[in-house]
Antibody, heavy 119, light 110 residues
Framework: QVQLQQWGAGLLKSSETLSLTCAVY????????WTWIRQPPGKGLEWIGD???????RYNPSLKSRLTISVDTSKNQFSLMLSSVTAADTAVYYC?????????????WGQGTPVTVSS | QSVLTQPPSASGTPGQRVSISCSGS????????VNWYQQLPGTAPKLLIY???QRPSGVPDRFSGSKSGTSASLAISGLQSDDEADYYC???????????FGGGTKLTVL
């Protein structure tokens, strides 16, 4: 059963770059969109962007200018970098898989990484 | 402000049937399928319903989904205390070229 495990720095200062990585265990890396989603404290979910095994990306336009999502197929990992962070980027960040078998619904999810941006 | 509109809260007693609505537009729900997620307190969301009304393996048939026009609905029958969670709807948004979510509905089992 595929599992996603994510990690990265949880405390940042304004203007720094957020960097997270998600590793995929016990499953194929091909044929899926590997996704980042975030959830500000007490709020709903926001799609950040995704990448496939070929490196083709789709970004939320509201974050596109600061966002880079990359993939390392040799390690079955994908990563998120968000530059020039502010307090508005404080959230729990999740990685997830989207596939044809679930009509591109997100399943499974990583455990989540809380990220706090302080000024 | 979320693109898809959900009631902020819902409640029911054990054994009861509850329904959660999700309203969108022609450019999201109206032209694409709807997924539902369950987020238990302190945990990551979990896919509950995909493609409007399909359940992933392991999801009880007490959970069902439907869609009509630009709205969708999640129904939970035989309500249990373990169902107390936040529920989110989601659909692809053509203008975003990505998915949009509802603001979430907090379900309380009285």
């Amino acid at each position: 059963q595929v599992q996603l495990q994510q990690w990265g720095a949880g405390l940042l200062k304004s203007s720094e770059t957020l960097s997270l990585t998600c590793a995929v265990y016990s499953g194929s890396f091909t044929g899926y969109y590997w996704t980042w989603i975030r959830q500000p404290p007490g709020k709903g979910l926001e799609w950040i962007g995704d990448i496939n095994h070929s490196g083709s990306t789709r970004y939320n336009p509201s974050l596109k200018s600061r966002l880079t999502i990359s993939v390392d197929t040799s390690k079955n990992q994908f990563s998120l970098m968000l530059s020039s962070v502010t307090a508005a980027d404080t959230a729990v960040y999740y990685c997830a898989r989207a596939g044809y078998s679930t009509d591109w619904g997100f399943d499974p999810w990583g455990q989540g990484t809380p990220v706090t941006v302080s000024s | 402000q979320s693109v898809l509109t959900q009631p902020p809260s819902a409640s029911g007693t054990p054994g009861q049937r509850v329904s959660i609505s999700c309203s969108g537009s022609s450019s999201n729900i109206g032209s694409n399928t709807v997924n539902w997620y369950q987020q238990l307190p302190g945990t990551a969301p979990k896919l509950l319903i995909y493609s409007n009304n399909q359940r992933p393996s392991g999801v009880p048939d007490r959970f069902s989904g439907s869609k009509s026009g630009t709205s969708a609905s999640l129904a939970i029958s035989g309500l249990q205390s373990d169902d107390e969670a936040d529920y989110y709807c989601a659909a692809w948004a053509d203008s975003l070229n990505g998915p949009v979510f509802g603001g979430g509905t907090k379900l309380t089992v009285l």
